[in-house]
């Protein structure tokens, strides 16, 4: 049996997966980094199973082009989107630790006092933070899949990596 791709939107989404794999003790899947969901299609047209990993933000396209695509295709949808997952795994205070452990506590705390951010909770506050900078999401991606228990693992990543109780989106193909 030929092993599933994994198409997933970004950089940060492979760094996650990779981490996660290792901690796990499992082998990771070959992933795909398409730049984008809307490289979707054209990363459909190779034969073979694959799992897909996208944000829930996503959802009515993916639906759209996989009702076009006679690929067998797994869909795995993170709630908003990977920072907010890990976000949630990990704690805002976990991920305060992991941003204080980076020497960045002193800039986040800046941010979070912008008039635009006081009066947010700290969840959309870091997820903001994850954002705001070149590189932030590749870089905490990493971290904080390396910080994650590994009982909280969410499960559109168990599932992307083939572990488990991830389950799949609904309208598998």
């Known amino acids: 049996m030929v092993a599933p791709r994994v198409l997933v939107e970004g950089d940060s989404d492979r760094r996650a997966l990779e981490v996660l794999a290792r901690r796990l003790g499992v082998a990771c899947p070959e992933v795909v980094v398409m730049q984008g969901i809307t490289n979707l299609p054209a990363h459909l047209r190779d034969a073979g199973p694959v799992r897909l990993l996208h944000d829930a933000g996503e959802s009515d396209y993916v639906a759209r082009v996989l009702a076009r695509v006679l690929v067998d295709v797994t ?5 908003a989107d990977l920072e907010d997952e890990l976000i949630r795994a990990v704690g805002v205070p976990g991920v305060l630790a992991v941003v204080e452990a980076q020497g960045e506590r002193g800039r986040y705390e800046r941010m979070a006092q912008q008039p635009a951010q006081r009066d947010r909770p700290d969840h959309a506050r870091l997820h903001r933070w994850l954002g705001a900078r070149s590189g932030h999401k590749l870089t905490y991606a990493g971290l904080l899949a390396d910080a994650v228990p590994l009982d909280d693992v969410p499960a ?3 599932g992307v990596l083939g572990v488990g109780s991830g389950s799949p989106a609904s309208g598998r193909r």
Do not use: M
């Not at 869909?75 to 709630?79: A, E, H, Q, S, T």
């Open 156 to 158: 559109a990543l168990l």
């Open 75 to 79: 869909p795995f949808v993170c709630d």
